[in-house]
């Protein structure tokens, strides 16, 4: 029952259900820069296709910032491959991302956001036991700028 439900979430997600076709209410001057895919993603909510974006299996030190306002949100060392598609966070970093209820897949998810922007970044996902934090931050690939560490 739970590889149906979750077929059809994905199902729901390529052909575009599940997109936001109203832009969020925020700070616009944060989104001038990005291309008309990327504000689909980030502004509208949207959902880029699964093992299409550039750090789904992207294993480099460094951080993983905002692409709308290049705020860090994430740790290499917190990233690992969950086999979903997306790249995927066990942890955060502290601040840096806000979480919302969210009904648009006609299932209850947790959207989570950049905290300075409110630039849509994927869901998180508990109790997968993926890893020891039990943790999932799923994220599109397109709402993230990864930065290496100068120290390697």
């Not at 995927?88 to 502290?94: G, L, N, Q, R, V």
């Amino acid at each position: 029952m739970k590889l149906l439900g979750s077929l059809i979430i994905y199902m729901l997600l390529m052909l575009g259900f599940c997109q936001n076709p109203k832009p969020t209410t925020q700070n616009t001057s944060h989104f001038n820069h990005l291309s008309e895919f990327e504000k689909s993603i980030i502004v509208n909510k949207g959902t880029e296709a699964p093992f299409s974006g550039e750090y789904d299996k992207h294993d480099e030190d460094g951080l993983y910032h905002c692409k709308a306002c290049m705020s860090p949100l994430f740790r290499s060392a917190d990233k690992f491959n969950s086999n979903c598609g997306w790249p995927s966070f066990d942890d955060e970093i502290d601040g840096a991302i806000k979480r919302k209820t969210d009904y648009s897949a006609g299932v209850v998810r947790t959207e989570i956001m950049c905290s300075n922007c409110s630039g849509h970044l994927g869901h998180v996902f508990e109790g997968e036991l993926l890893t020891d934090k039990n943790l999932r931050h799923c994220v599109n690939s397109i709402s993230l700028e990864f930065k290496p560490s100068i120290f390697n």
